[in-house]
């Protein structure tokens, strides 16, 4: 079974420009997660999908972070424009949809903002 | 408010001797609780996870986890380390009653010398 792809796996970029990550959860899972892992601390939710709506993106800066996960499968995390202090890794997670189950994560997208 | 707690930064044992790395909760309700490994420049990677029933869970690689309600802790555990298991381990929680958010500890460095 494949697991959660993400790409690019790494990615540098100026202050104030935009970036956008991409995720393609594991067949079948209907939930879908974007965490930010900041160095030195545990993954934060920034976003959580049921299919394709929004269930919880309490967490996400939306004067300047997007998500969406059209057709309920593929998610893009967008950043417009990036801050200094978004420099962390971008971890895509997907699950089941049972509330017991497990989150399967992708290897992440490191950001680097300079 | 949930939150975990891993008060150890940094665990060092010699191969060969038992590991343990430790991990308290704080959550409403019944917890959901999970040990994730992280090696470097990758995603997180599930090791096990307590739902409900015996309080000894077993995961991979021979890791085992204890749960203990009245001490509110779920540490992970080996019998015998091994180089290989070098690498940054996180616990989290996901209260039973709430979507699928995990709410991740700090995480804990373990190292392990020939």
């Known amino acids: 079974e494949a697991g959660v792809a993400q790409s690019p796996r790494y990615k540098i970029i100026e202050k104030r420009q935009s970036v956008a990550f991409w995720c393609n959860p594991i067949?079948?899972?209907?939930?879908l997660y974007w965490y930010q892992q900041i160095l030195g601390q545990g993954p934060k939710l920034l976003i959580q999908?049921?299919?394709?709506?929004?269930?919880?993106d309490s967490q996400l800066p939306k004067d300047r972070f997007s998500a969406e996960r059209l057709k309920g499968v593929d998610s893009t995390l967008k950043i417009q424009p990036a801050k200094l202090e978004d420099s962390a890794v971008y971890l895509c997670?997907?699950?089941?949809?049972?509330?017991?189950?497990?989150?399967?994560f992708g290897p992440g997208t490191r950001l680097t903002v300079l | 408010a949930q939150s975990v707690a891993q008060p150890e930064d940094q665990v060092n044992v010699a191969e060969g001797n038992p590991l343990t790395v430790k991990c308290t909760y704080s959550?409403?309700?019944?917890?959901?609780l999970f040990w994730y490994v992280q090696y470097p420049n990758r995603g997180l990677q599930f090791l096990l996870k307590?739902?409900?029933?015996?309080?000894l869970v077993k995961g991979s690689y021979g890791f085992e986890a204890e749960f203990n309600k009245s001490q509110t802790s779920f540490h992970l555990k080996k019998p015998s380390a091994l180089v290989s298991d070098s690498a940054l381990y996180f616990c989290?929680?996901?209260?039973?009653?709430?979507?699928?958010?995990?709410?991740f500890g700090q995480g804990t460095e373990l190292s392990v010398k020939p």
């Open positions: 997670a997907s699950m089941s949809g049972v509330s017991t189950d497990t989150q399967y």
């Open positions: 067949s079948g899972h209907a939930t």
């Open positions: 999908f049921q299919n394709n709506g929004v269930v919880d």
């Open positions: 959550v409403s309700g019944n917890p959901y």
């Open positions: 307590y739902i409900t029933g015996d309080n």
């Open positions: 989290a929680v996901r209260a039973s009653l709430q979507g699928g958010k995990l709410i």
